[in-house]
């Protein structure tokens, strides 16, 4: 039996139950449901994430990321973000990952030619087939090189201009496409992505981009089990940089507990 912290007089055999204040209030007080669903939304606080928290984290941010998290509140609630600390701490911990601490708005991609073989070994010499030294500096050939005829990219210059942006790296034009149909369900009036891609970095729309791929993903549940590997094969698709992710979450969750 496990104790419930909403309600002192009811005990719950189920421990998933006993994160449910619903279910408990209904079984301590038999309220209607549609009462406690008015009541558990009315009454448990949000966690509140303001821009000095986020200061404190990330004193490089980009002034567009600054702004998006000076208003930021009302997108991490409606993507229940906000629900739990440990919601917010994981999210944070991704976001300050993948933007280099809120610092990064487009993907670098000026390697030199003695890096390039370290990042794509099957694609640089000499395990791959390219020579490093054509593709040295020079972001716009080396994007359309390494992300062309993939993830939605079909046309010649489409693996520069869905390179990596944003709070995310939203990567991809499929991506893109993804975000733009996601949030149109929730706000009509969202720029279409593929479109206008640097939107994706804008103060009005980086935030919600960037919370619209955390819940496709599921990460919300992963983020409540605190499954860090799990999420960042989520966000990221492997677990790059994931030593770097554990140490961001360590912080966050020193700031929302």
Same mark, same amino acid.
């Given at each position: &039996?496990?104790?419930?912290?909403?309600c002192?007089?009811?005990?719950?055999?189920?421990?998933?139950?006993?994160?449910?204040?619903?279910?408990?209030?209904? =079984?301590?007080?038999?309220?209607?449901?549609?009462?406690?669903?008015?009541?558990?939304?009315s009454?448990? &606080?949000?966690?509140?994430?303001?821009? #000095?928290?986020?200061?404190?984290?990330?004193?490089?941010?980009? #002034?567009?990321?600054?702004?998006?998290?000076?208003?930021?509140?009302?997108?991490? @609630?409606?993507?229940?973000?906000?629900?739990?600390?440990? =919601?917010?701490?994981?999210? &944070?911990?991704?976001?300050?990952h993948?933007?280099?601490?809120l610092?990064?708005?487009?993907e670098?991609?000026?390697y030199?030619?003695e890096?390039l073989?370290?990042?794509?070994?099957s694609?640089?010499?000499? =395990?791959?087939?390219?020579d490093? @030294?054509?593709?040295?500096?020079?972001?716009?050939?080396?994007a359309?090189?390494?992300?062309?005829?993939? &993830?939605?990219?079909t046309?010649?210059?489409?693996?520069?201009?869905?390179?990596?942006?944003g709070?995310?790296?939203?990567?991809g034009? @499929? #991506?893109?496409?993804?975000?733009?149909?996601?949030? =149109?369900?929730e706000?009509?009036?969202?720029? @279409?992505f593929?479109?206008?891609?640097?939107?994706?970095?804008?103060?009005?729309?980086?935030?919600?981009?960037?919370?619209?791929?955390?819940?496709?993903?599921g990460?919300?549940?992963?983020?409540?089990l605190d499954?860090?590997?799990?999420?960042?094969?989520?966000?990221?698709?492997?677990?790059?940089?994931?030593?770097?992710?554990?140490?961001?979450?360590?912080?966050?969750?020193?700031?929302?507990?």
């Amino acid at each position: &039996m496990v104790r419930h912290p909403f309600c002192s007089t009811a005990d719950v055999a189920d421990p998933a139950a006993a994160l449910n204040p619903a279910v408990v209030v209904t =079984r301590a007080i038999g309220l209607d449901s549609n009462l406690v669903l008015f009541f558990t939304r009315s009454n448990l &606080m949000t966690v509140n994430v303001n821009l #000095s928290q986020v200061l404190h984290l990330a004193p490089n941010t980009r #002034s567009s990321y600054r702004a998006a998290f000076q208003n930021g509140q009302t997108v991490l @609630d409606q993507h229940k973000i906000s629900e739990t600390p440990l =919601r917010v701490a994981h999210f &944070m911990a991704q976001v300050l990952h993948e933007s280099g601490g809120l610092a990064i708005q487009f993907e670098n991609l000026n390697y030199s030619a003695e890096r390039l073989p370290k990042v794509w070994p099957s694609r640089f010499k000499p =395990r791959g087939p390219l020579d490093p @030294d054509n593709y040295a500096h020079n972001p716009q050939k080396l994007a359309n090189e390494v992300y062309g005829g993939r &993830m939605g990219n079909t046309a010649p210059n489409d693996g520069f201009t869905y390179r990596g942006r944003g709070l995310m790296q939203l990567t991809g034009k @499929d #991506s893109y496409r993804e975000a733009t149909t996601i949030l =149109r369900k929730e706000n009509p009036a969202a720029p @279409d992505f593929v479109a206008l891609p640097d939107q994706v970095i804008s103060a009005e729309w980086c935030l919600a981009v960037a919370a619209s791929e955390w819940v496709s993903k599921g990460c919300n549940a992963l983020a409540d089990l605190d499954d860090i590997r799990k999420i960042t094969r989520a966000i990221n698709g492997g677990l790059t940089g994931l030593a770097e992710r554990i140490e961001w979450a360590r912080r966050t969750k020193a700031v929302w507990r």
